[in-house]
């Protein structure tokens, strides 16, 4: 049903409904969710909102702007405060179109002089518009209309300029003749009288809405009995907000904290709820290139034992780099790559890991296994294309980048350049023979992996695996595969990573090899930690 229609229904049916006041699309989203079915956009609310005065200081297009998040925010019709009109009635059916086109289902305009002044703010000193001109205009507006549902409400403001009941009737009658669907009526006093006068002297010709802003004590049953058909809860969202940002923030003001006031506001996540933040992350998936979906395993269960005292309690991979956990740097590059799904396997000191928005696993045999069981906790986690890492690793951005736009199911970062490292290679165990060596020369040949361990001579060493692999998902599937495999030895708790790679070499499983000079780290011991202060991950 469109909004139009719904609109029409509200006042159409046989009973007496409710719209509640919004003044942007925050305010409005909320109003639908709470139950109404419709909503005042209220010119007064707005202008607050903007920061100006109720005077016709914020434009017509201004207020349409407002009214149009409100629209897209929200199923419910919406009910535009429209003022006089804006103007005369070349731009009362201008509006009108512009209306029909944000999807604002009703527009109710006031019987005063443009620029309008609030009606709460001496009114008996403001002059009404001639009954004539102000008749034109609601046939102009109702000429206007495309949508024959739209709504035109006309506002009778003679008992807040200190008129009587006659003067009303005349008025309604010639606005009902010029073809207004509703009539307003507004009274600014503290009882209904002068609004249950009119209902009972009008006789129900045409809907009755009313804003009991000032007579609020009445009982919702004294306006059914007198046949009105809409209330308006006029501005007390817009007048509880106030209330709520005065005080918090004089809070937060005197207390020089967010202790006291978290508690008591909303969440963040309320907030991007509100927002329908879940559709846009959604619609990610759907439209972003594909390395979003690139996946990643951060392997961090080991203590560390070299850095002594520093992993005392917590394990390496939260040890600070310039104020900074590893770990949170190693996940930052993988936010700068557009990998949102990282996964930390924790071991040592768990209790202590921690990093934003990841998933954790737990290998807690961390000080009797090696690192395929620690691979294998993650096991679950092992699908489509993916990025398995050591948790004590720095690197510099473009490798990272390099392995996902290589074309091929399984790729490795290896350092051609080892020996600048250490010279000493003992405690090495992730070096390797790959079937060309490294070259500064500019060349398109391809280079794989032939075999990876601790057991080479110097001469024979191509290179050093930095501990980075990316794999697609069919390389991920190969990798969890033989995983698999391998848990079932009685060894399984004593191997390495480079053990799984040796095989699915010998499967016959292609792993090319992404050569850099340098440019990582990986900290294993207090140097390692003092050159780490220095490194640019860039």
Not at 191 to 202: K, V
Not at 403 to 412: G, K, T, V, Y
Request: with cysteine; aromatic share 8%; charged share 25%.
């Amino acid at each position: 049903m469109t909004k139009t229609r719904q609109f029409r229904e509200l006042l159409q049916s046989d009973r007496l409904d409710f719209i509640m006041e919004a003044h942007n699309g925050l305010s409005a989203k909320i109003v639908q969710e709470t139950g109404f079915k419709g909503i005042w956009a209220s010119g007064l609310s707005m202008s607050a909102a903007l920061g100006v005065r109720d005077n016709n200081e914020a434009s017509w297009t201004q207020v349409l702007e407002v009214c149009e998040f409100m629209a897209d925010a929200t199923d419910v019709p919406i009910l535009l405060d429209g003022d006089t009109g804006y103007g005369n009635f070349n731009n009362m059916r201008r509006l009108v179109r512009k209306l029909e086109q944000r999807g604002v289902a009703a527009v109710c305009i006031e019987d005063k002089l443009f620029p309008k002044t609030n009606s709460f703010i001496n009114g008996e000193q403001q002059p009404l518009a001639d009954i004539d001109e102000f008749a034109g205009k609601i046939k102009a507006a109702k000429d206007g209309q495309s949508d024959p549902d739209f709504t035109v409400v006309a506002r009778l403001e003679a008992f807040i300029a200190g008129w009587g009941l006659e003067e009303m009737l005349r008025r309604a009658d010639a606005y009902q003749n010029a073809g207004a669907d509703a009539l307003l009526i507004h009274s600014k006093k503290s009882t209904p009288d002068q609004i249950l006068s009119f209902a009972e002297a009008w006789k129900g010709r045409c809907p009755i809405i009313i804003v009991p802003t000032m007579y609020y004590s009445t009982p919702v049953d004294v306006f059914e009995q007198a046949g009105i058909d809409l209330v308006i809860w006029a501005n007390h969202n817009m007048r509880s907000a106030v209330r709520a940002m005065q005080e918090t923030s004089r809070r937060i003001f005197e207390e020089r904290s967010l202790m006291d006031v978290e508690d008591e506001v909303v969440t963040v996540k309320e907030v991007f709820r509100l927002q329908n933040a879940a559709e846009l992350a959604e619609a990610e998936e759907l439209y972003l290139p594909q390395n979003t979906g690139t996946s990643a395993i951060i392997m961090a269960a080991s203590r560390g034992d070299e850095l002594r005292d520093l992993t005392a309690e917590k394990p390496k991979t939260m040890v600070d780099v310039n104020g900074k956990p590893i770990l949170h740097r190693l996940v930052s590059q993988f936010r700068k790559e557009q990998i949102k799904d990282i996964t930390v396997i924790r071991g040592f000191g768990k209790e202590h890991v921690n990093a934003p928005d990841v998933q954790f696993v737990d290998n807690d045999r961390y000080a009797s296994t090696c690192e395929l069981a620690t691979l294998n906790a993650a096991v679950e986690k092992l699908s489509g294309d993916c990025i398995i890492s050591f948790g004590d690793i720095l690197f510099r951005r473009y490798i990272l980048s390099s392995l996902l736009e290589i074309e091929c199911d399984i790729s490795i970062a290896v350092d051609g350049a080892w020996t600048d490292r250490n010279a000493d290679r003992s405690g090495f165990q992730d070096l390797l023979q790959a079937s060309s060596p490294h070259s500064l020369d500019y060349t398109t040949e391809k280079v794989w992996l032939e075999k990876m361990g601790p057991d080479f001579d110097s001469e024979s060493v191509n290179g050093e695996w930095i501990g980075l692999l990316r794999s697609t998902e069919a390389g991920t599937a190969a990798i969890k595969k033989a995983l698999n495999d391998m848990s079932k030895r009685e060894d399984f708790d004593s191997l390495h990573l480079y053990h799984l790679l040796n095989l699915l070499v010998e499967q016959g499983h292609k792993i090319r090899v992404l050569y850099i000079a340098g440019h990582w780290l990986d900290i294993d011991n207090l140097d390692d930690l003092a050159k780490a202060q220095s490194f640019q991950a860039v």
